[in-house]
């Protein structure tokens, strides 16, 4: 996990210039100033003097509201406003809506080395794509062992020791229609509050190792809709051997349900004992079917509970 995680102006104009349509026409030797919050905001209140309205460290947006007050300043008025806005180190400044750049803003820039940008896209698509860029960049992140599944619409985490079966069962299920997104290493990001984004690390994308068959290309073999990019974790299904968790009657589906904390989420977990016999890729899909009911509100071993001591109090 990333304690803190910082990205460069220089890599956000890097990045999004094109997107963007971002002209970067001041402060060039402000390229290495830091982002660390994934906050974009409009300073209307900082450039008449309310400077607590502006955070360092974050990217300002100057949209047709801005612009037209500059505008109806004089000169004098002017400077002391730009000046408030460039007494907090600022990471950079973006000018939308194709508006002209005032010389004393550019002059400001180049004095304070503050990477000033322009664009013509409206301020709030500007900041919408933004604030989704520097979401994901910035999120905490963390690298896991196993192998990343979509099963049946649902971001599944495959865990166990190694040689216990991961990859011939992450086979199967692609085999049955589900998709790969991840083998072997597992990238995750916090990219909201209960959310984890899991991705493949560029290098292994699309590539399934399977004992006694090598290394498999899933996408070639299995086609485009074989495989997905991301998918945000729901569950986790850790593969035991039975005697990791006690003595399990092998004619019975015993599926131990608990949680798992990463990155400080508590993501849903199942340990299945694996053992000669027991079909796998079913029990997976039931679990995910059953981990979607129960994030419906339907708890089967409630509703069997209930039941029970619906038929005691009957008799009794």
């Known amino acids: 996990m990333n304690d803190l995680v910082h990205v460069s102006v220089e890599s956000l104009f890097r990045d999004m210039a094109e997107q963007l349509n971002l002209n970067w026409i001041a ?15 409009k300073p209307t209140l900082a450039l008449i003097g309310h400077l607590n309205f502006v955070h360092p460290n974050r990217v300002q947006v100057l949209g047709c509201a801005e612009m037209d007050y500059l505008r109806g300043l004089t000169p004098a008025g002017l400077q002391y406003a730009i000046n408030h806005l460039f007494s907090t180190e600022l990471a950079a400044i ?10 004393t803003l550019r002059e400001s820039a180049e004095k304070t080395q503050t990477p000033l940008f322009t664009s013509n896209l409206a301020s709030p698509i500007l900041m919408s794509h933004l604030g989704h860029y520097l979401t994901q960049r910035l999120a905490d992140a963390t690298s896991i062992h196993g192998v990343f599944l979509e099963v049946l619409g649902t971001g599944v985490l495959i865990k166990g020791d190694a040689g216990v079966g991961k990859s011939e069962l992450a086979l199967e299920l692609i085999t049955r229609g589900h998709r790969l997104v991840a083998d072997d290493v597992v990238d995750l990001k916090h990219v909201a509050p209960e959310i984890l984004e899991g991705t493949c690390p560029s290098l292994i994308r699309d590539f399934l190792e399977v004992r006694g068959l090598g290394i498999l290309n899933i996408r070639f073999l299995f086609g485009e809709t074989a495989v997905k990019l991301q998918k945000n974790l729901k569950l986790i299904v850790e593969l035991v051997h039975p005697e990791e968790i006690g003595e399990v009657g092998l004619n019975r589906i015993d599926m131990v349900a608990s949680t798992e904390t990463i990155l400080g989420v508590a ?3 199942v340990r299945v004992p694996v053992a000669a016999g027991r079909n796998l890729a079913v029990l997976v899909e039931v679990a995910v079917r059953n981990n979607i009911l129960k994030s419906r509100g339907i708890n089967p071993v409630e509703q069997f509970i209930k039941r029970q001591q619906a038929a005691i109090d009957e008799a009794s």
């Open 94 to 103: 973006i000018v939308s809506n194709g508006e002209d750049v005032p010389e």
């Open 27 to 41: 402060g060039h030797n402000g390229g290495q100033r830091s982002l660390s919050s994934e906050t974009i905001q």
């Open 267 to 269: 993501i849903p977990k």
